[in-house]
Nanobody
Framework: QVRLSESGGGSVQAGGSRRLSCAAN????????MGWFRQVPGKEREGVAA????????YSADSVKGRFTCSRGNPKNMLYLQMNNLKPEDTTVYYC???????????????????????WGQGTQVTVSS
């Protein structure tokens, strides 16, 4: 089991940057696939990015490619989302999610948005003003 806690949300002007962090309280953090998702109220949850257990493979949604970078620091049990060139349409709540590597399919380009991440943080709000 892992508990996740996001931080780093806030208000920023369009074109600005923000780094989200997600702290995981697990001794086996390096055995979890990790992902970032966002959800606008009334809309479906959207995958933003995901990362392999070692951090050497990342996936990202077309809407954020070239602007957002997902990374992880396994020794510190941390997950990050560096967001650059933010746009008003990026405004929403961002969640980090985790899936134990042995309980689901191997993370791939085709499935990272669709697999059932078991653990979720409480979310952090990002507001981008024009």
């Amino acid at each position: 089991q892992v508990r996740l806690s996001e931080s780093g949300g806030g208000s920023v002007q369009a074109g600005g940057s923000r780094r989200l962090s997600c702290a995981a309280n697990s001794d086996t953090y390096s055995c979890y696939y990790m992902g970032w998702f966002r959800q606008v109220p009334g809309k479906e949850r959207e995958g933003v990015a995901a990362i392999s257990t070692t951090g050497d493979v990342t996936y990202s949604a077309d809407s954020v490619k070239g602007r957002f970078t997902c990374s992880r620091g396994n020794p510190k049990n941390m997950l990050y989302l560096q967001m650059n060139n933010l746009k008003p349409e990026d405004t929403t709540v961002y969640y980090c999610a985790a899936l134990w590597v042995g309980t689901g399919p191997r993370l791939t380009e085709e499935n990272w948005m669709r697999i059932e991440y078991k653990y979720w943080g409480q979310g952090t709000q990002v507001t981008v003003s024009s």
